[in-house]
């Protein structure tokens, strides 16, 4: 394991239909592809309610719980760490966190993933206390799109964002996109060239099934061999050499000219589990070995009842002991997770 994900709150200020699809417009689109495909509605989605509750703040992890966890996990070889959410620049003063992170030595690399909508306030603060990179979600290019995508008008104040990172110096500054058919899908080559002009790393995803509504369905899931095979209608695209980094999500192409690169990571259709090392960790200080983890053991009654630093340690090396062999999406005994992405962290 060399890689955590840390969510630092579950709130967001976003209701990504793919993730937290409350608004009316979400509601709107899943019902219709259930009646375009004459599909009944997944039982799940007709009764289960949304299943989040805003954790109360005593039980968020403090900045000081989260960079003594970090500390113990570099001791037992972890590398990379990532910020993320809920959006993570909700929570207040996030610099804070970072230069603490930063303080303990030996992160190779330190980023956070926004939805980058607050980005402006602190993109600079975020740099200078020591942020190595950035990662933004955008789905779409269209104004109306992104509001139906995001349950906000915001896709000015994001560009914004994305443009500020790279002239803050964030390098390569990623965007990730979820790919849902029959609502971005017709974006992926608009999506891709933009991200040639501007020398971004662009990320398609496949849609998982951790939305809070259950409304996912596979229909719904453009198959990442399908994103490529059109991608690579459109561009003469250079495949990345990925040998030496066999842990990486994502197949990647750069564009010729050497400007931007795009990625295609998907989980549902080509599963990577055998090479994850990825924990996550959540605000509310659980540890989840997978995405699509059942338990989640909680750290909180160590970190709170006066462990040392090597409970910590032995701990966390038998929830690694754990990590499941992989996700079981498309198996009869296939169980979303209780919590949606937005609880435990993308
Ligand atoms: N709020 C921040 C953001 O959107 O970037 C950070 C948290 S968000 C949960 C992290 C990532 O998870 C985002 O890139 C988002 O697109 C992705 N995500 C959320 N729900 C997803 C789903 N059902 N399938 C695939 N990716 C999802
Ligand atoms: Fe969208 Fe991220 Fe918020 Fe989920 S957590 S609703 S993906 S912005």
């Not at 020591?130 to 979600?137: A, I, K, T």
């Not at 058919?181 to 790393?201: I, K, P, V, Y």
């Not at 989640?296 to 032995?314: F, I, M, N, Q």
Request: proline share 5%; aromatic share 6%; net charge positive.
């Amino acid at each position: 394991m060399r890689d955590l994900r840390i969510s630092i709150t579950d709130r967001c200020n976003f209701r990504c239909l793919y993730c937290l699809p409350e608004t009316e417009e979400a509601k709107d689109f899943y019902q219709s592809k259930w009646d375009a495909l004459r599909n009944p509605q997944p039982a799940a989605a007709r009764t289960t309610p949304i299943q989040y509750d805003w954790k109360p703040k005593a039980q968020l992890l403090t900045y000081e719980e989260i960079t003594r966890i970090v500390r113990v996990g570099l001791s037992l070889g972890l590398r990379k760490i990532r910020l993320t959410g809920g959006e993570p620049l909700l929570r207040r003063d996030v610099p804070v966190l970072v230069q603490a992170l930063t303080a303990l030595g030996g992160i190779e690399d330190l980023a956070i993933t926004t939805n980058g909508f607050l980005f402006a306030r602190h993109g600079a603060a975020l740099r200078a206390a020591g942020l190595h990179r950035v990662s933004f979600s955008l789905d779409s290019l269209d104004a109306v799109n992104f509001r139906k995508m995001t349950g906000r008008d915001g896709l000015a104040e994001v560009l914004a964002a994305i443009e500020q990172a790279q002239s803050l110096g964030f390098t390569a500054v990623k965007v990730n996109a979820v790919v849902i058919r029959g609502l971005n899908d017709h974006e992926l080559e608009t999506l891709a060239e933009w991200a040639h002009s501007r020398a971004l790393s662009l990320r398609f995803i496949e849609f998982m099934p951790l939305d809070s509504s259950r409304a996912w369905q596979r229909d719904l899931v453009v198959p990442g061999r399908e994103i490529v095979a059109r991608l690579q209608a459109r561009f003469d695209l250079v495949p990345v050499d990925q040998s030496q980094n066999p842990a990486e999500t994502a197949r990647r192409w750069a564009f010729p000219d050497g400007r931007g690169e795009i990625g295609v990571i998907a989980p549902v259709t080509e599963p990577f589990c055998g090479h994850c090392n990825r924990l996550r960790l959540t605000a509310d200080g659980r540890v989840r070995t997978c995405l699509f983890s059942l338990e989640e053991p909680d750290l909180k009654p160590l970190l709170r009842g006066g462990a040392t630093d090597a409970d910590l340690a032995a701990r966390l090396v038998e929830i690694v002991r754990g990590k499941e062999a992989g996700h079981r999406i498309g198996q009869a005994d296939f169980v979303q997770p209780a919590r949606s992405m937005s609880c435990i962290g993308g």
